[in-house]
C-alpha cells in the first residue's frame, strides 16, 4: 500500500484531540508517541523520519497542549489522558501497539499500561517522569482564585522559552528559531491554556507506586540523558529497579529533551529493543 500521512482532530469523551498519524505500512507495527509537559507531538519532529523506516507511527498532542483542546471541563489526571489515548485508538481500530512516552508522557504510558495491560506489547520511556505526588490541597485551593490563569502566564513569559530550553538540553547551541516557535507558539495563540492548567494542577493525581509498578510485567526500555536536569537519572534507576521487565540506557552528552538531542541513537535503541531486522 502506498504511504499515508494523516494529520486531523478527533474528539474524545469531551475533549478534542490533535494527531499526525503515519501508516507506511499495513504489516508494520504500531507505535504511539506521547509527549512531555509543556510540549507537544513537535517534539519529536526530528525522531519520526527514522521510526516510519520500520513502524506506522502515531503522535498526539496530550490535553491542554499542542493543538488539543483546552476544555476547562475535561479531567486533566494522566489516568484519563491515559483513557482518552485508548478511545482515541479504538476509534482508528487500533487494538495493540507500542508506545513512547517522553518525561510526563512516560508516566501516562505507566498509567495507560497499568490500566490496559493487554493493549500495549513494548514500551519505551524517554527521561519519563515517576514518584511525583499530588499537588497539596492548598495549592489546589488557590487554583480556583480569580486571575490564577495570569499567574501561570505571566511566570511563563517571565522565565522565558530562552531560559526553558537551555535547562532541557546539555547543548544550548542546537536551540534555534525553529525551536523557539515549536514550543512557544502554543502558549502565545490562546490564552484558555493557562486556565486549563490550573484544572490539570487540581486533577494532578501522585504518580504510580512501587507496588504498583511492580505489577506491571510488559518489557520496558528506559532511555535517560547523563545530564538531565529535569528527571534526573536517578529517576529512571529507581524505575529500572521498580519494573520487573525493563533494561535501562543512558546517553552521554545529552539532557532531558532525547527526542530532539538523540533522534538516532534513539532510534537504534528502539529498533533493537523490538527486535526489528537490520
Not at 504511504?3 to 478527533?10: A, F, H, L
Not at 519519563?128 to 513569559?157: A, D, N, T
Not at 520496558?220 to 529507581?238: E, T, Y
Request: some cysteine.
Amino acid at each position: 500500500m502506498e504511504s499515508q500521512k494523516i494529520k486531523g482532530v478527533e474528539r474524545v469523551d469531551n475533549i478534542e484531540i490533535y494527531f499526525e498519524y503515519e501508516q507506511m505500512d499495513d504489516s508494520f507495527p504500531t507505535l504511539v508517541l506521547l509527549h512531555g509537559f509543556l510540549s507537544s507531538s513537535f517534539s519529536f519532529r526530528k525522531l519520526v523520519p527514522y521510526l516510519t523506516k520500520e513502524f506506522n507511527v502515531i503522535s498526539l498532542d496530550l490535553p491542554p497542549f499542542g493543538q488539543s483542546g483546552k476544555d476547562y471541563r475535561y479531567t486533566y489526571s494522566f489516568r484519563n489522558m491515559a483513557k482518552s489515548v485508548v478511545q482515541f485508538l479504538k476509534g482508528k481500530d487500533i487494538r495493540t501497539f507500542s508506545i513512547i512516552g517522553h518525561s510526563m508522557g512516560g508516566q501516562i504510558s505507566l498509567q495507560l499500561i497499568k490500566s490496559h495491560p493487554n493493549l500495549v506489547e513494548h514500551a519505551i520511556l524517554l527521561a519519563g517522569s515517576g514518584y511525583q505526588p499530588s499537588y497539596s490541597e492548598k495549592m489546589k485551593m488557590v487554583s480556583y482564585l480569580p486571575f490564577f490563569s495570569f499567574g501561570i502566564k505571566r511566570y511563563l513569559q517571565k522565565s522565558g522559552i530562552e531560559k526553558n530550553l537551555k535547562n532541557v538540553v546539555h547543548d544550548p547551541a542546537m536551540i534555534d528559531d525553529e525551536m523557539r516557535q515549536g514550543y512557544l507558539g502554543p502558549f502565545i495563540k490562546k490564552h484558555d491554556i493557562f486556565r486549563a492548567l490550573g484544572r490539570m494542577l487540581r486533577d494532578k493525581e501522585i504518580d504510580l507506586l512501587k507496588e504498583e509498578l511492580a505489577d506491571i510485567h510488559t518489557p520496558c526500555l528506559l532511555i535517560w540523558g547523563r545530564h538531565d536536569r529535569v528527571v534526573p537519572v536517578k529517576i529512571g534507576q529507581r524505575l529500572h529497579e521498580d519494573l520487573p521487565n525493563s533494561e535501562l540506557v543512558v546517553l552521554e552528552d545529552s539532557g532531558h529533551l532525547l527526542p530532539e538531542e538523540k533522534p538516532e541513537e534513539v532510534y537504534q535503541l528502539i529498533k533493537g529493543f523490538l527486535g526489528v531486522a537490520k
